[in-house]
């Protein structure tokens, strides 16, 4: 690996690089020693209709420990990528970001980019000499510097770790269990069974009301599994929800064009067809998916596709049908029965980044705050909240969720119709979530308590675990070249467009499967396919390489 570049150190920032270095020794007290005036410091974050960050507990308790006043540029989680992205066109960006991945983040090829320009602030040496922690959690997670550090040995920013055992199979699919036992139906296990079922669900009347007014399958379309078309496809080959990439004996190649991709929207397109699935899985968001599982008055919703059924139906206290929802398997279809497997939750790029507008003194705040993130306390304080309010300690005799882990922390679900608490960061708190943290939680026995929801997910998971392919593109550990990244980013967004876009049109008509597939596999031949696959078997292949040399 070449040596990390030390962009603009000239006689000036050697001055700057002394000041950095005298007090690193020390970096954990000197935040408890406040200057005389809080250090104002920009930041552009998404905000949830929950939240409000001026006011969050958290955020007051971050500026009071590190003696620094946010000035907070929010927006909402809709258009949040596009918010983004014209905040750095603009020119009049912020200190730093920090994002909610699993929302929008910055892209590998982002990071290449604005790092190259000189946009985003190296931060080898902050990490050095003020972040020990953060530098602790890279030498125990060989796997997590690697996901951080660019092919020019530069740290352009910092993506979220998770060791998520759930979110590492996000592509679930949750069948309403109330409603197969009364229609004397089985958990589906293959294709065919499942649009059985869902046909049972539109004619037999599930919710017995008398009327015809059941959605037999819904979805949204953001990133957490909540898309519908990965678990059917599956069925019939690798859909990894991300790529479309497949990987066959080492060699990369598109899983969109091939024949076994046109049999699999054959297959939807017949559920389509039948009215069993809601039309607005291919257009709505996740609010209006929870609405469906939320219906007032009567139950609607057979069946939703998500990583977990919090997505689209309440699971906390005093709700209703939380648990009305259980997992069905990866379905057996012609070819395979696959389940979309993404490593731990971790997605590639930066939730965290420093941008050349910060000072030292602010550049130097903002990496002991990330590095403050990277402690159990910081942790818990960002993704769950206040001790007291939002969690407890643990009591003698309860059990984490690993029983060979000490338990270390107890959530105190919300009461209902309690307001929002206001008290974390949440999504956006998500830095370094190993699994002694993740599974150091008290999870009730109970599944359907709402302190059980993690055990209830955890067991769920196991149902998907060992259907992940023997190849996938595992985009999470890859870097492009540099020099390929823009061109590569450019034609897989394209190209990712045009399948995402054919496939609905395939699926409700719009376009037809027998006159119009050799126009669509030629359509994505014209948008560069064959270069992209060729730079990204040129990725894989150098990190293949890597693993096999070590």
Not at 49 to 72: G, P, Y
Not at 89 to 104: C, E, F, H, K
Not at 426 to 434: I, L
Not at 477 to 488: G, H, I, L, M, T
Request: glycine share 8%; net charge negative; with cysteine.
């Amino acid at each position: 690996m070449k040596k990390p570049i030390r962009s603009g150190w000239t006689a000036i920032s050697l001055c700057a690089f002394l000041f950095l270095a005298l007090p690193a020794c020390d970096g954990a007290k000197q935040q408890d020693k406040p200057a005389a005036k809080p250090l104002r410091i920009s930041i552009f974050a998404q905000q949830g209709t929950d939240q409000n960050l001026k006011t969050n507990s958290f955020s007051l308790a971050l500026e009071h420990k590190f003696n620094v006043s946010f000035d907070w540029q929010t927006i909402p989680y809709e258009g949040a990528k596009e918010k983004r992205q014209i905040s750095l066109a603009s020119g009049n960006y912020p200190d730093a970001y920090i994002l909610t991945s699993y929302v929008d983040q910055f892209t590998q090829a982002d990071v290449l980019r604005y790092g190259k320009q000189g946009i985003f602030y190296p931060l080898n040496d902050l990490i050095d000499h003020y972040a020990p922690h953060i530098k602790e959690a890279f030498a125990k997670e060989p796997e997590l510097r690697s996901l951080n550090t660019a092919p020019d040995g530069n740290i352009y920013g910092l993506a979220a770790f998770s060791e998520c055992y759930h979110c590492s199979f996000p592509n679930k699919m949750w069948i309403n269990s109330n409603w197969l036992k009364s229609l004397h139906l089985d958990m589906p296990k293959t294709t065919e069974d499942f649009q059985a079922v869902l046909r049972a669900f539109k004619y037999n009347d599930p919710n017995g009301n008398g009327l015809r007014d059941e959605i037999p399958l819904s979805g949204s379309t953001e990133d957490y599994g909540v898309r519908i078309l990965p678990y059917l496809m599956n069925g019939f080959i690798y859909d990894d929800d991300r790529t479309y990439l497949d990987v066959n004996g080492g060699k990369v190649s598109l899983a969109a064009d091939k024949p076994a991709w046109r049999e699999g929207l054959a297959y939807v397109k017949s559920l389509y067809d039948e009215g069993l699935i809601d039309l607005g899985a291919f257009t709505q968001n996740a609010d209006a998916f929870k609405q469906l599982g939320e219906n007032e008055g009567v139950q609607i919703l057979g069946a939703g596709a998500a990583m977990h059924p919090a997505i689209f139906v309440n699971t906390g206290p005093g709700n209703k049908r939380g648990s009305d929802y259980a997992p069905a398997p990866p379905l057996q279809g012609p070819h395979a029965a696959y389940s979309v497997y993404f490593q731990d939750g971790i997605t590639p790029g930066a939730k965290f980044v420093i941008t050349d507008k910060a000072s030292l003194a602010e550049r130097i705040e903002l990496i002991r705050i990330a590095d403050y993130l990277y402690t159990p306390e910081g942790q818990v304080g960002a993704e769950v909240g206040t001790e007291g309010i939002d969690w407890r300690k643990p009591i003698k005799g309860e059990q984490a969720l690993d029983p060979n882990i000490p338990a270390q922390f107890v959530s105190i679900p919300e009461r209902e119709g309690e307001p929002p608490r206001n008290t974390r960061w949440s999504g956006m708190g998500h830095f370094y979530m190993p699994k002694a943290y993740r599974n150091s939680w008290v999870q009730d026995s109970d599944i359907y308590a709402p302190n059980g929801y993690e055990r209830r997910l955890f067991q769920a998971t196991k149902l998907y675990e060992g259907h992940e392919p023997k190849e996938f593109f595992p985009m999470w550990a890859v870097w492009v070249d540099s020099a390929n990244a823009d061109e590569a980013s450019m034609i897989q967004t394209n190209v990712k467009n045009m399948i995402d876009q054919s496939a609905i049109q395939f699926i409700t008509g719009e376009l037809d499967l027998d006159k119009d597939w050799d126009t669509y596999v030629n359509g994505l031949k014209s948008l560069g396919t064959a270069k992209y696959v060729g730079i990204m078997q040129q990725a894989y292949d150098s990190w293949a390489s890597d693993i096999n040399s070590k």
